[in-house]
């Protein structure tokens, strides 16, 4: 059974910085892409970043780039992503994706995590 567990969200003064955590188990990932999705209340789901577990190949969505970071750890099975400089507009519930195309789409993306929330304070 696949399983994306999401850790490490939490309350964050503007500003700050906030890491997380995404475990994956129940299948090989060798082949496919990690991407971290986000949702705020009232908006759609929206990528932020995606790597590729082989060659670590990166992309971020234009309000992102600069202050996040997405990186793997192939060890562990782990996907990070490392927030910076963070806003107000970053609250959100942040999701963890795994999919076979290195894609910025939703439906590319065939397994989910169950979220973990970030919420950004003036």
């Known amino acids: 059974q696949v399983q994306l567990v999401e850790s490490g969200g939490g309350l964050v003064q503007a500003g700050g910085s906030l890491r997380l955590s995404c475990a994956a188990s129940g299948r090989t990932f060798s082949s496919y892409a990690m991407g971290w999705f986000r949702q705020a209340p009232g908006k759609e789901r929206e990528f932020v970043a995606v790597?590729?577990?082989?060659?670590?190949?990166?992309y971020y969505a234009d309000s992102v780039k600069g202050r996040f970071t997405i990186s793997r750890d192939n060890a562990k099975n782990t996907v990070y992503l490392q927030m910076r400089s963070l806003k107000l507009e970053d609250t959100a519930v942040y999701y963890c994706?795994?999919?076979?195309?290195?894609?910025?789409?939703?439906?590319?993306?065939?397994?989910w995590g169950q979220g973990t929330p970030v919420t950004v304070s003036s």
């Open positions: 994706a795994a999919g076979q195309n290195y894609g910025l789409r939703l439906g590319e993306y065939e397994y």
């Open positions: 790597i590729t577990w082989s060659e670590g190949s990166t």
